[in-house]
């Protein structure tokens, strides 16, 4: 089993910043990737960003590419997400996922915008 706690989420303005940390703890040796997902009231839950846990690669969705930055710190266990220029439409809960020998979420940290 892989646990997940997220944090650093908030109320910002348009075009403010936060940074959100995903902190991975049990059976962590195992894991291939981590990664971000959101979900916007009355909205699926869609992919932001994901990191290789190893190589450290990384893949974004088009609508934040440029203004998110995902990366680890390996020794910590813990996956970032820099969220820059944020937008209204940005504003959703904000979930960590690990994939390793099964997939793995966090309870959610909130992220909301205001214009």
């Known amino acids: 089993q892989v646990q997940l706690v997220e944090s650093g989420g908030g109320l910002v303005q348009a075009g403010g910043s936060l940074r959100l940390s995903c902190a991975a703890s049990?059976?962590?040796?195992?894991?291939?990737?981590m990664g971000w997902f959101r979900q916007a009231p009355g909205k699926e839950r869609e992919f932001v960003a994901t990191i290789a846990w190893r190589g450290g690669s990384t893949r974004y969705t088009d609508s934040v590419q440029g203004r998110f930055t995902i990366s680890r710190d390996y020794d910590k266990n813990t996956v970032y997400l820099q969220v820059n220029s944020l937008e209204p439409e940005d504003t959703a809960v904000y979930y960590c996922n690990a994939q390793g020998e099964s997939n793995y979420w966090g309870q959610g940290t909130q992220v909301t915008v205001s214009s």
């Open positions: 049990g059976r962590t040796f195992n894991i291939r990737t």
